[in-house]
């Protein structure tokens, strides 16, 4: 048997789950689980670095977005999963990576400056966020990861990642990180309903617990190929942002090809309207969700914490074993 490698991915817990969250990341996360040895995190202290002024949504996002993880297939028995929170290793790790990153590769970083020329809604100018990077950076490494599926938004981290473990192994003269690679999320198919990519701050989402109607008002305001305005007319289901939809989840309904190709006629001849594409649509996602809700329910407040707690410690005994090689490396043991 082959090597299985380590893999380490995170999200903050600051919104709910979409449907862009599931076809982009979710359904990558759920196949990995079978290939590497998958650590799935929490990263609430990342999390903390913008939303300190309002935290109380930190603790129910993380127990909503595992519950989220849970019910699309990420499976307690085949990764860890677990919240950042829960093991100080990972604190100590980036004050010890700390002492050999120079403050201008954190300056530099692409995503840094953005963020602080961007938001204006909260003040991010703090310490910490300056050190997000670096943060992300031992998390990454703590576990010695080989692997980080993430979008290209996180590569700048991901190269500082490197950066910083290249230097540490140069330091002390011994191959103790691995440098860690991307594995690149492809950019989602699925755009929001305005055609833009799907984001909580673009509020062009679906939530995965959006209720009916949600779903229904959201698809109705979808963008349809702006050449088709009224039933009858010819439209372009190449250009459709709705059809894109219909192929995605026409297939997790188990309904098959046939059903997919007479929306594609029916739309290219105008015999069908837009609305009642839309509608039928809402339907599909319908049941596609009433599925995924009823998965969800499964898994009480209690059953989480049980599930992060597992996770914690198994983090943490990998955890501590690093810290140890690592002090003992440094001069400290
Ligand atoms: N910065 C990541 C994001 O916003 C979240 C994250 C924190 C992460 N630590 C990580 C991702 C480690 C991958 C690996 O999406």
């Not at 989220?68 to 929170?85: E, N, T």
């Not at 300056?107 to 990077?133: M, S, V």
């Not at 372009?236 to 059809?243: D, F, G, K, Q, T």
């Amino acid at each position: 048997m082959h090597k299985r490698y380590i893999l380490l991915s995170g999200m903050r817990p600051t919104g709910p789950l979409h449907l862009g969250h599931l076809v982009g990341v979710l359904d990558n996360w759920v196949k990995l689980q079978d290939e590497y040895n998958c650590f799935f995190m929490i990263a609430d202290w990342h999390a903390l670095m913008s939303e300190y002024m309002n935290p109380q949504s930190i603790k129910t996002y993380t127990f909503d977005n595992v519950r989220d993880w849970l019910a699309v297939g990420i499976d307690p028995c085949k990764s860890i999963i677990f919240r950042q929170s829960d093991v100080k290793e990972h604190l100590e790790l980036s004050m010890l990576l700390s002492v050999l990153t120079p403050i201008s590769w954190l300056e530099r970083c692409p995503t840094y400056k953005e963020q602080i020329n961007q938001i204006k809604d909260r003040d991010i100018n703090n310490y910490a966020f300056l050190g997000y990077p670096l943060l992300q950076a031992a998390d990454i490494l703590l576990y010695k990861a080989e692997f980080v599926p993430i979008g290209e938004d996180q590569l700048p981290h991901l190269e500082l990642t490197r950066e910083i473990a290249r230097r540490f192994n140069h330091l002390y003269k011994k191959e103790i990180f691995p440098l860690p690679k991307a594995l690149l999320t492809k950019e989602s198919r699925l755009l929001g309903t305005d055609n833009r990519k799907m984001s909580k701050s673009y509020n062009n989402y679906i939530a995965l617990q959006e209720t009916e109607r949600g779903v229904k008002q959201r698809v109705l305001s979808m963008i349809t190929d702006p050449k088709k305005i009224k039933k009858g007319d010819p439209g372009r289901p190449s250009i459709c942002n709705v059809y894109t939809y219909h192929q995605i989840f026409i297939k997790r309904i188990h309904l098959d090809d046939k059903q997919l190709q007479q929306i594609d006629s029916d739309c290219k001849t105008g015999k069908l309207g837009c609305v009642e594409c839309k509608n039928m649509l809402a339907s599909y996602l319908n049941l596609y969700l009433a599925k995924f809700k009823e998965r969800r329910e499964r898994y009480k407040d209690k059953d989480i914490l049980k599930i992060l707690n597992r996770g914690a410690e198994c983090a943490k005994e990998k955890a501590a074993q690093q810290i140890q090689e690592i002090k003992s490396v440094m001069g400290l043991l």
